[in-house]
């Protein structure tokens, strides 16, 4: 390809992740601008009028009108993806509107994830599970998940030592941001010298969908991974960055070095040249208070990949147990940024209209 030539729209564009798809697509070497959606509330306004993030908005989108949702204007102006950022609940029905019309979707809603045929993807552990989507009628568009923010990083930071560990089980507890929970999110009084030790389905989903992520995928379906993630989940008065205290009961017992040596060696995109692909997509902190929201949400490098890397630190092996912290951003990794990867890897992988070029 010699320059972007895909349009796009993204749903939900006034609420936060919204925000972020259209800080991501601004931009993007692959992908056209997008149009922006959102409910009859914003429609009219520009996305400046709107913008919530603490950085200022894209100068190229920050005057662009937002538009109300209406799947046959979208296909008659030739949108080929969208990348919805609805609420779960509303989101399933036109999510799947949109791919029998032969549009991609790549979304960050919680509605299909677990569908058989629907790919739940972080393409640096399962990219073969794109394969998922060949199931799909003919003139239908991709539908593809990214997982929940916690569990996102949870996975990225297991994938590499689960292998070395074969764990017997793993217990995560999480400090979630406030920023997890939309906008306007946990009230100011509710969250103030407190600590909320309930997030409505966190741990569940926190459970299902690792299993999924790490379970071999064969013959277009997913064989989910036997081992048990017991989840605690809380909500922290924190903006963004989910910081999660990691126990992993291992059934085998590599040095301290093997282990470090696998997260530092990790990056299975390194030679697809995914704009967004972060490298490396786990960096390990020595320190003994690393990582933290503050300092680490926005790792990753290049520069597109800012905040999708996640970082590891607070590594202690007393086999059986491996114990870590683990932070990602969740708006960006555990949202935005990683239906962007998706959509990149689908079109390096050829099934997105547009294809990758030979060499790629």
Known sequence: MTGPEIRTAVLGASGYIGQHFARELADHPE???????????SEGKRLGDVWQLSEPPPSSLETTRIESLSVARLVRAGVQVVFSALPSGFAGPVEREFTIRGVSVFTNAADHRLDADVPLLIPEVNADHLALAERRRPGHGLLVANP??????????MAPIVGLLRPRAVHVATYQALSGAGVPG??????ADNVVPFIAE???KISRESARLLGIQKGGRVSPSPIPILAHCARVGTRDGHLEAVTVEATRG???GALEAAWRGFDPLQRDRLPTAPHPPVQLRPEVDRPQPVRDRWAGAPIRARGMAAVVGRVRWDPPFLRFFVLTHNAVRGGAGGS???AELALARRALPGGASADR
């Open 202 to 204: 966190e741990e569940e």
């Open 148 to 157: 929940n923010c916690s569990t996102t990083g949870l996975v990225l930071s």
């Open 31 to 41: 992908f056209l601008p997008p149009r922006l959606i959102a409910s009859g509330r």
């Open 340 to 342: 962007v990867l998706n």
């Open 186 to 191: 946990v009230p100011s009084l509710a969250i």
């Open 254 to 256: 590599p040095s301290q």
